[in-house]
């Protein structure tokens, strides 16, 4: 809400008008308060921090809120007297001011629950407050503004003083208006429901597909025309022909009426088509700016989500101790509503860990030559259709050897595992539940609940993160999000003689490479590319559909990035980039492998859209079903018919999943791995498992939901489930075995040894 707007009041009661007007204007004031902070000179501020405490006092005294009256009326003083030079806003004031922003948001929360006791438990404390911040000015002002002493009730119905003029006193919260013309009407808003959004998005689509049915219908005109032109030199021809060599009156004026005709038609035909021309046009227009308008309507700028940022940042800074320039750039790049709600939580993660994590003490930064003021960034912006969010700072970074014993500690993995592990798959166990490189536990690390977070909301959206850590320079987390949910940049290609979209902002690279450049060793095919060894695989194969009837002399490659790792997808060829228009599958399809959703194309043709985590599982296992059968000998011919006790992991983590899969086939295990719940209960309705390990905490369907159909579905022969969890908890674990759970496991006891006996009590050793 912004303070030249004016909102519909239809929709609100008055204590939700009370606390958006508290919300939107202490962020305003806690924003110029940092301002002033780190800005003394900056006093061009004081008079906005004025205008804020005063409406914010306005409102409370329309709601008869007269702690909130008193706490603004003071903070509102000391802004008066610093602009007058009396007080300075130094560090005492700005804490004391910002402890009053808290305190009055506080107050705009309580007020729409139950206010009166929230208030006596709180009494004393705000008016301790109140005193200190009278105190601020108490040389250069006594009581001027003629409140009663100390001591009120919670809601005082006594109003001595008159209504600011920005406000009516008819239970009506009217925003300032700022704008300099008096004739100018300010915008009025009503409350619309995300659904009812989500309706005009799919109805402005399907318009904007609609109209673009008119194109074709265009051409098939132009060549009705032309087959109209031609026809009718084949009349004047024959006329040409007839004429000369008839005496009949008859064919004569029959061959004049037939011109005439074609006359009549070709300017009857024009006229039409160019008025058809005209509305094409104009629909085009039109639909176009209506897609758009209902696309703008679901934006925000990025601002709006990190208003709170820079006051966590200062006080977690001096929490901890540490002195830190925070600056934020970006914040008018325009974000989905929807992606900026869900990355308040990531960002507040990434935020406190590189304070805490990152950061240096003065001391430490001072000894390594640094700056003793440590710098962290928040940026975002638009680069190729995807919205970029990054965070860095210029502190410690990850140290190689204390990630590597963090890991081994955790029993994630064994030390001669962690050997062979590069950089970037290393750095994907800190995107674990329960992960930690920290010994000690304070108030914002050591607990296990970190970066999982960040990882969890980015893979919900579709979209990526990289990490780049150099030891004692830095780290930065790059995000890279699609610009809205409703509307995915893709790269349409053909597969098999039918188009299907891949998310641009999950390809790595696209190659055209000729096939003479392609290596095939063991009947596996392989490309050198900057010194990269990338193996190939067609996408048809994946997909299992019919060879495509495209015969060229160039592969058309989609490289794809998973842990630094990348591999190659053969498509038929590429089409181009497209915005396309996410349509959800039906979820009584459940979940199809390598599928997420849909779209329509531009001439109304539907595309499905790729699942690129399931895209890469599904290429690994093909991999290694190539890489099995490679090694079969008839000396162990005998050994692989024996059929060896299949095992579904079910995890949304990609390393839980690999090192799971790796320890069970390492003992001999036919392993496949299911993203969620979901995607497990699909794959155990087409196969048979001989036991299910599953985590809880997955999107979409979790391990309690899983375990529960598993059991009770009479059409799956449900084998035994284990359930590992990063929390272990008692009611978890209760919960878990009511459901039909057969196993708990608690991350805590996960290490090799453990696992693979409980999978033995549970179905035996390997047969193979």
Partial sequence: MKNEDLRDLSGYSMPELFLMEVETQSGAISEGLLILENNPERIEVIPSLMRGAHSIKGAARIVQIEAGVRMA????????????????????????????????????????????????????????LITALTALIESSRQNAAGLPAMGFSPHDPHRSESF??????????????????????PARYVRVTEEKLQQLMALAGESLVENKRL????????????????????????????????????????????????????????????????????????????????????????SD?????????????????????????????????????????PITQLLRNAIDHGIESAEERKAQGKNSEGSILLEASHSSGILSVIVSDDGRGVDPVTLKNSIIRNKLADAAMVEKLSDAEMLDFLFLPGFTTSNTINQLSGRGIGLDVVQTMVQEVGGVIRVRSKPREGMTFHLQLPLTLSILRSLVTVISDEPYAVPLARIDRLLLIPKTDIETIENRLFLNSEHHQIELIYARQILELPMSSLETDNLSIIVLNK???????????????????????????GKIADISAASVLSDGSPVLILDV???????EKNFTAIQRKEEDTPANKQRADRRKKRILVVDDSLTVREVERKLLENHGFDVDIAVD????????????????ITDLDMPRMNGFELVQQLKSNVNIESPPIMVVSYKDRERDRIRAQNVGADYFLAKSGFHDQTVLQIVSDLIGKSEA
């Fill in 563 to 589: 842990r630094g790792k990348r591999y190659g997808l053969v498509v038929d060829r590429f089409v181009d980039e497209r915005n396309l228009i996410v349509r959800p599958l039906n979820p009584r399809l």
């Fill in 215 to 302: 194109r074709p219908f265009s051409k098939s005109l132009l060549q009705l025309r032309v087959i109209h032109s031609e026809l009718a030199k084949v009349v004047d021809h024959i006329r040409e022909e007839v004429e000369p060599h008839t005496t009949n009156e008859h064919i004569r004026l029959h061959f004049h009426e037939i011109q005439q005709k074609f006359g009549a038609f070709r300017n009857k035909f024009n006229e039409l088509y160019n008025e058809f021309e005209h509305y094409a046009r104009r629909s085009a227009n039109l639909t176009n700016r209506l897609f758009h308008e209902v696309v703008a309507s679901k934006m925000r700028p990025f």
């Fill in 677 to 692: 719940g979901m995607d497990a209960l699909n794959a155990a309705h087409s196969q048979r498992f001989d036991l299910i």
């Fill in 613 to 619: 985590d399931d895209l890469l599982y599904s290429m």
């Fill in 73 to 128: 009326h003071a903070m509102e003083d000391c802004f008066l007297a610093a602009r007058d030079g009396r007080i300075a806003i130094d560090a005492k004031a700005i804490d004391l001011l910002l402890r009053g922003v808290d305190m009055l948001k506080q107050i705009a929360h309580a007020n729409t629950g139950n206010y009166s006791e929230w208030f006596d438990d709180h009494e004393e404390s705000i008016l301790a």
């Fill in 164 to 185: 600011p003029d920005n406000l009516t006193p008819v239970g009506e919260l009217r925003m300032r208006e700022t704008a300099a013309d008096p004739f100018t009407k």
């Fill in 305 to 345: 989500g990190v208003q709170e940022f820079p006051r966590m940042m200062r006080d977690l800074a001096r929490q901890l101790n540490k002195s830190v320039k925070f600056k934020i750039f970006g914040k008018s790049t325009q974000v989905d509503r929807d992606i900026l709600d869900k990355l308040e939580s």
